[in-house]
């Protein structure tokens, strides 16, 4: 399938008149339409609630677009769980999905009332001596171990992930967690990324769900909802078929009346984590060329690098790119497209066959809706860029300003050493 961008020719160079490249750019109208697909797709579940992954895109803007489709927050941090609390998020409509938790945030967790995730048996101890108690609700975070398989083909590795308890330890974990008052239980687990198939949600599903009901036989407790977390996948790539959330949520109904409804467990709710799903393909790192360089290979600089979207520098990941207004251009140049930073990782795509790229050509990097801002760091000293939405009546409006050197050295700021620099 073409990808082709969520934002015209007409409208960007509007927007690179008042807010200049590098930006994040997130498309209102897609987020809603996405958003509302996926509670319609498990709307056969009375207490179905999609968490949305705060680490994805951590923007109070578009997690208030979520809020009003009914997402909750899932925060895996002291931080994430400020941001969920400040934009009023009740406390049952915030996940506290971490691992290696420091205590304070278990603390801060607590007093918000947020639903804890624990990632493992020796935090039952850890959260109880923390807080002093165990709360009424309390999710436990599971993993098989050994591969994910869908139909033979593997799709991940939980076996070698650090994430969850053991089988032996939740059914132990749950049995402990009842006898020290905890009284609804909830399960989570996270064993595949990215999938882009309609099996993964129904196959960890059904996983889930048998073990829910073998918990529940031997141990007597009241599971109330199965988290499937995140995990469903977005087509990076346009050869990739995109994933039907409908055909998905219908999957996972029939592995619930196949196992949780003659169990007598057909009040348990349905909890996802999304992240990549909820945002992905609405958003995109808009960046200008600005150098062509002809050496061993051919290369394009632009004013973007890693620091703005470190997927691909990180895990070779594939990013669509346009070339803007040159759609209909064959693609005959063969190109490094390449940020500014001291690494030579920093490429954004490598050998890509585009239309020939002229200096000043906006690029628009596909798919960074999510993972992609917030895994920003600030190596060589590169600042973030700004975040912008793109709104359904195709007005823009500003949702992150850029950072400034000033927010860069804020942390020298209780010290007077840098008082002699210059403003820029
Ligand atoms: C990262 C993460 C998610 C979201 O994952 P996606 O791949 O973005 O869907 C959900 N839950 C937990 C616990 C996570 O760590």
């Known amino acids: 399938m073409k990808k082709e961008p969520f934002v015209t020719e007409e409208q960007l160079k509007e927007i690179v008149q008042k807010y200049p490249t590098p930006f994040h750019l997130y498309d209102e109208k897609g987020i809603r339409a ?5 509670k319609e797709a498990f709307s056969w579940n009375q207490g179905f609630k999609e968490y949305f992954a705060v680490k994805a895109t951590p923007n109070p803007f578009l997690i208030n677009i979520l809020k009003e489709y009914g997402c909750g927050c899932d925060c895996s941090s002291m931080t994430e769980l400020m941001l969920a609390d400040a934009l009023h998020f009740s406390g049952k409509d915030i996940m506290f999905s971490s691992n290696a938790t420091p205590a304070s945030e278990f603390k801060f967790a607590d007093e918000i009332g947020a639903i804890i995730n624990l990632d493992d048996f020796t935090h039952i101890d850890f959260l109880e001596k923390t807080i002093g108690h165990i709360p009424e609700t309390i999710s436990c975070r599971y993993n098989p171990g050994g591969v994910f398989k869908i139909s033979n083909s593997i799709m991940d590795n939980p076996g070698d992930a650090k994430y969850g308890f053991t089988t032996e330890q939740l059914f132990e974990g749950f049995r402990v967690l009842k006898e020290k008052g905890a009284k609804h239980f909830g399960i989570h687990a996270f064993l595949a990324s990215n999938t882009v198939t309609n099996e993964y949600y129904p196959t960890l599903a059904k996983t889930l769900f048998k073990v829910a009901v073998q918990l529940k036989e031997e141990t007597g407790a009241d599971i109330r909802f199965i988290n499937l977390s995140g995990g469903i996948g977005i087509p990076y790539r346009p050869d990739q078929e995109p994933n039907d959330i409908y055909v998905i949520g219908e999957g996972v109904r029939k592995v619930y ?33 600005i150098h062509e360089k002809h050496t061993h290979k051919e290369y394009i600089g632009c004013d973007a690098c890693a620091v703005n979207l470190m ?12 070339v803007v207004g040159k759609d209909n251009h064959v693609c005959d140049h063969k190109y490094d497209i390449t940020g500014s930073l001291c690494e030579n990782n920093d490429k954004f795509a490598i050998d890509r066959m585009l239309p020939k790229i002229d200096m000043g050509d906006l690029l628009v990097i596909h798919d960074t809706g ?29 949702i992150r300003r850029a950072e400034t050197p000033k927010d860069y050295f804020a942390t020298f700021d209780c010290f007077d050493i840098l008082k002699d620099m210059k403003q820029r």
Request: hydrophobic share 40%.
């Open 311 to 322: 997927r691909p520098a990180m895990y070779g990941a594939y990013h669509h790119i346009t």
């Open 257 to 289: 009346e196949e196992v949780l409804v003659p169990a007598g467990m057909g009040d348990v709710a349905i909890y996802t984590e999304l992240g990549r799903f909820m945002m992905g393909p609405y958003g995109c790192l808009v960046t200008t060329a």
């Open 370 to 398: 999510a993972h992609g801002f917030s895994m920003g760091y600030n190596y060589n000293g590169k600042l973030k860029s700004a975040e912008i939405l793109l709104k359904e009546d195709g007005s823009i409006q500003l």
């Open 34 to 38: 996405n958003a509302k697909a996926l």
